[in-house]
């Protein structure tokens, strides 16, 4: 998936082909499909904790503008360089995705 194919508009949430457990305030994840094992820093970590049922990519990136000292504009492109590349591991579904 394209980073591109996912907006502040989007509906993300965890997808049913991975494992995840909390370690340290860390997380790590094993997909499923194929073995391989991802790991995400606290901030990536509660990016996932907030996509674990269904949700707005606008509100995950107020939730941790909200949390963690960081710009709006810097949230949002990080928040959407995670989610694109969990999205294109098989990790996240992307539900009403929009070019932005």
Do not use: F
Not at 27 to 35: C, E, F, H, I
Not at 57 to 69: H, L, N
Not at 73 to 85: F, Q
Request: charged share 25%; hydrophobic share 40%.
């Amino acid at each position: 998936m394209r980073l591109s194919s996912i907006s502040r508009d989007s509906t993300v949430v965890a997808g049913t082909d991975q494992v995840s457990s909390q370690l340290e305030g860390e997380t790590v994840m094993l997909a499923l499909s194929d073995g391989v094992y991802y790991g995400l820093d606290s901030v990536g970590a509660r990016v996932w904790e907030l996509v674990q049922t269904p949700r707005a990519v606008g509100e995950v990136c107020s939730r941790i503008e909200a949390e963690y000292d960081v710009e709006a504009e810097r949230c949002e492109r990080d928040v959407l360089r995670l989610l694109g590349e969990l999205a294109a591991a098989g990790m996240l579904e992307v539900r009403g995705a929009s070019s932005s």
